[in-house]
């Protein structure tokens, strides 16, 4: 196994969309990092769990565990969460005013809702996206070409065509997001004015990587990220939203960051990933890769599924403008 770099910053997220804790050892297992969004609000009207793609503010909010996450924590059992408003002002999750102190800053009928049970499938249940909220959320016009998802897999669109989330967690796709800080780096130098923060993009995990690529995080995605305790397997490249664009704590409103990323990288930015070996995730941990074992005609029969797989994506999109309209009449 090669060493490709070094994990230099570990984030866990107690709450959906609002700023996390950066922290310096972490267990992972087959729902990512422990007590990672154990935590989301959901839009009473809409009756589905709501992030910063439709609610901006919640980036501009910071969530904290009161006491550290017990190892029961994660679905059915979410610790207790304290939220700062943007002006100082903190409240509790044990407090039964919370609800209405974010509907008040939201200026929207909301609840902060605990992760449900594994089994409650219904409560991961939501409105689906239809074509105007998918431009709204990747920061695109109404006529500009929505980013090719077709790079997921089949079972995974399935997944997200039934569930607001994957059951199980409040993450939008995947349970690991990975980021390196040369991809910044390129991307800051592509984009002069521009901060790209690591904030911004929100990752499990950021790694200095060692290797020459200018996005070294790609490369590995289909191989095993060793660390001494753990390992996570990157999948494919992460399909950047708006929201990096989005103001948050210390960080200003930049729409030039969407636009750079869309024009240079496909509108992709890090990774996502899965555990395939729990454990312990540590700052500074040496990082090995192992890449994947796929034959050449394993290589050309994804290339052929990717093919159905945009067949499927646009059948999809036509079904979910004909639910829009029909609901509309």
């Known amino acids: 196994m090669d060493e490709v770099g070094r994990i230099s910053g570990i984030w866990r997220y107690p709450v959906k969309s609002m700023a996390g804790q950066?922290?310096?050892?972490?267990?992972?297992g087959k729902l990512g990092l422990h007590a990672d969004r154990t935590w989301a609000v959901r839009d009473l009207e809409k009756n589905a769990t709501t992030s910063a793609?439709?609610?901006a503010g919640l980036l501009l909010c910071t969530a904290r565990y009161a006491l550290p996450p017990p190892p029961e924590a994660g679905p059915g059992h979410a610790p207790e969460v304290v939220i700062e408003f943007p002006d100082g002002s903190e409240i509790s999750s044990s407090d039964p005013g919370v609800h209405a102190a974010l509907s008040s800053y939201l200026d929207r009928d909301v609840e902060l809702r605990p992760l449900p049970p594994i089994?409650?499938?219904?409560?991961?249940?939501?409105?689906?996206?239809?074509?105007?909220?998918?431009?709204?959320?990747?920061?695109l016009d109404d006529d500009e070409p929505l980013p090719d998802l077709s790079?997921?897999?089949?079972?995974?669109?399935?997944?997200?065509?039934?569930?607001?989330?994957?059951?199980?967690?409040?993450?939008?796709?995947?349970?690991?997001?990975?980021?390196t800080e040369q991809t910044l780096r390129t991307m800051a130098g592509l984009t002069p004015g521009s901060d790209f923060d690591v904030r911004r993009f929100r990752p499990t995990i950021l790694v200095d990587a060692t290797t020459d690529s200018d996005h070294p995080e790609t490369d590995w995605c289909g191989g095993t990220l060793h660390a001494p305790l753990a390992a996570v397997k990157p999948l494919l490249p992460t399909v950047r939203c708006v929201m990096p664009s989005h103001p948050q704590p210390e960080l200003s409103r930049d729409r030039q960051i969407t636009r750079s990323?869309?024009?240079?990288?496909?509108?992709?930015?890090?990774?996502?990933?899965?555990v395939v070996r729990g454990g312990e995730l540590r700052e500074g941990d040496p990082l090995a890769f192992v890449p994947s074992d796929r034959s050449i005609l394993a290589a050309t029969a994804g290339a052929g599924a990717r093919q159905v797989k945009r067949l499927l994506m646009k059948a999809g999109t036509t079904a979910i403008s004909r639910s829009v309209?029909?609901?509309q009449n």
């Open 53 to 55: 793609k439709r609610l």
């Open 261 to 274: 990323i869309a024009a240079h990288t496909n509108h992709c930015l890090g990774v996502y990933g899965t």
């Open 151 to 179: 790079m997921f897999p089949v079972k995974k669109l399935a997944e997200l065509s039934r569930y607001i989330t994957p059951v199980g967690s409040y993450v939008d796709a995947y349970p690991v997001h990975v980021v």
């Open 22 to 28: 950066r922290v310096t050892t972490a267990e992972v």
């Open 119 to 139: 089994q409650d499938r219904d409560q991961y249940r939501g409105t689906m996206a239809g074509p105007a909220d998918l431009h709204q959320y990747f920061g």
């Open 325 to 327: 309209k029909l609901r």
